[in-house]
């Protein structure tokens, strides 16, 4: 199954956390769980917050592309489309809230869960949780709204 980032168009695969195209980014992948989106992502070493824990940068980032790349997939849903059908949905953060409940840590895979919260015209709110060990250690709130048609156009 492709991810949700494979179907970004070229021009908008540039993100430093899900562009596909941006080689020294996180590049993740998120598919469909039933009615929930889901993300792995493992840290490495230098993710470091403090020794033996992950950076809160990171979590904030993963959990902001992770809604964004859900919020996408379920505008193609809502109106029963396929995710490579024209015109292309592609998401921007319009707020992010971030809360950590825990320490990450740094050692082994994250789980990154996304769930749908509203869908109301060019905006998507998506709550995404990062689980560790299926402990939640920090649950984001996205508002993605949906970019305009030339937004990255070289005119613009």
């Not at 024209?86 to 971030?98: A, D, I, M, Q």
């Not at 950590?100 to 015209?121: D, M, Q």
């Amino acid at each position: 199954m492709k991810a949700f980032q494979d179907y970004y168009p070229e021009n908008l695969a540039h993100c430093y956390g899900c562009g596909r195209l941006n080689q020294h980014g996180h590049q993740i992948k998120t598919c469909w769980d039933g009615e929930e989106t889901v993300t792995q992502f493992t840290p490495e070493p230098y993710h470091t917050a403090v020794p033996g824990f992950t950076y809160g940068g990171l979590i904030a980032s993963l959990i902001d592309c992770h809604s964004t790349g859900t919020a996408a997939a379920a505008m193609y849903r809502a109106e029963g489309r396929e995710m490579d059908t024209l015109p292309p949905f592609r998401f921007v953060t319009g707020s992010l809230k971030v809360d950590f409940l825990k320490p990450t840590p740094l050692a082994g895979p994250l789980e990154i869960r996304g769930r749908v919260k509203e869908i109301k015209g060019r905006k998507v709110i998506v709550e995404t949780t990062v689980l560790v060990a299926g402990i939640a250690t920090a649950r984001g709130e996205v508002v993605a709204v949906q970019m305009p048609a030339r937004f990255g156009a070289e005119d613009v």
